[in-house]
């Protein structure tokens, strides 16, 4: 009898310690759940530069065009070329960070000479904070008003997506130079971008001088850009002006494996009008308000610069050339030169594909007040 009491004993001790030992294992298990969790929405996650790989709405706020699934050889066609059908028509989309101000409201924005609207993915905080410090310092100038905004849409998914667009808030609590719309900021929506900141503009700065219109890695010297504008005669930016890299003479490419991919299911025709290239252009108030109102008409193309040559057509207006801007590079003639040396880019407008870094040193070595320089200047001069 006193042995079969201990072997209960025993047994309800042996189930009393793997009761313990099951829910010790659960709370480690729950525990290293929230831990694995935690340390995922704490640590960034690497950028996916992969861009077209599949097909993503521009927004929650767009619906799709079922009529595009019509278009001829469309199963066929690239990923985000089926992206860009479907979803061209729209054009309207809510804002999540605004700047109203930006221009002192919009009975005094002709009291801005110079915005800069700078074109800028959500990732690229280390491009903004440079161009913050530089060349897109906002200032007073030669008498004249410089602002700067920086356009965007959204970037990645999920908790990628929020850390990014909390990253935007801070940076724009702090600066007030951000306005983003909520859609998917990719490559192809770039011309989307320079719309809906050109219908911003007819409402908040309507009657802004004139404008720099770029890239994020584009060095500029906004003193020369001030100086250039300064000189138009009898032009306050109430007449035409769209200068740049003047590119002629060309169409649309139609190999699937290129960037600039567009296949003649959005545009038949072989020949562009001529434009200027989008890493950087100056336009007058006049020409963009005249721009965002030929845009009504004519369908969206996904190269942004082209569209904007297209625009400029529409109303009978040309693109000019200015020779100090380089948006294909700047092209040192000798190999035993330096070619970032600052007295080459002195003299210049702005010039395409800057890292960071650099535009920090070229922009502090430019003002260098003891900086010697020969003739340097015939080079812009072909």
Known sequence: MRRKNLQTTALLLTGVVCLVIIMKKNDFESDVTLKSKDTYEMLPQQNDLSGFETLQPLSSHCHRNMSAYNVTGFSTL????????LYKH??????????????????????????????????????????????AKERL???????????TGTSKTGFEKHRLN?????ENSENQDILQWDFNDSFFNLTLKQIVFLEWMERWCPHVRFL????????????????YLQGQKDNDGSKHLFAGHLIQNVGPIRHSSSKYFVPVQIQESER?????????????????????????????????????GMCLEKAGLKPTSHFGVR????????????KFHPCFYRE???????LPHMIFVMWNEIQNPHLQCGNTNSMFKN
Request: net charge neutral.
């Open 141 to 151: 100038h030669k008498g004249v008003w410089i602002r700067r905004v920086f356009i």
């Open 272 to 308: 562009y009008p001529p434009y200027c290239g989008g890493g950087g252009f100056l336009l007058s108030g006049f020409t963009a308000k005249t721009i965002y109102n030929m845009s009504h008409s004519i369908d969206l193309l996904p190269i942004d610069d082209v569209y904007m």
């Open 348 to 354: 210049i407008i702005l010039v395409h594909r800057f």
């Open 212 to 227: 720099l219109n770029g890239d994020d890695d584009i060095f500029a010297n906004t003193f020369n850009m001030v100086e």
């Open 327 to 338: 948006t294909a590079g700047l092209h040192v003639p000798t190999g035993n030169v330096d």
């Open 166 to 170: 909390k990253l935007l808030k801070l």
């Open 90 to 135: 729209c054009r309207s989309f809510p804002m999540l960070l605004d700047v109203p101000n930006k221009c002192g409201g919009p009975q005094n924005s002709a009291d801005v000479f110079l915005l800069l609207v700078i074109k800028s993915s959500p990732e690229n905080y280390d491009r903004r904070e440079v161009l913050r410090k530089t060349w």
């Open 78 to 85: 690239p990923n985000h070329i089926q992206d860009f059908l």
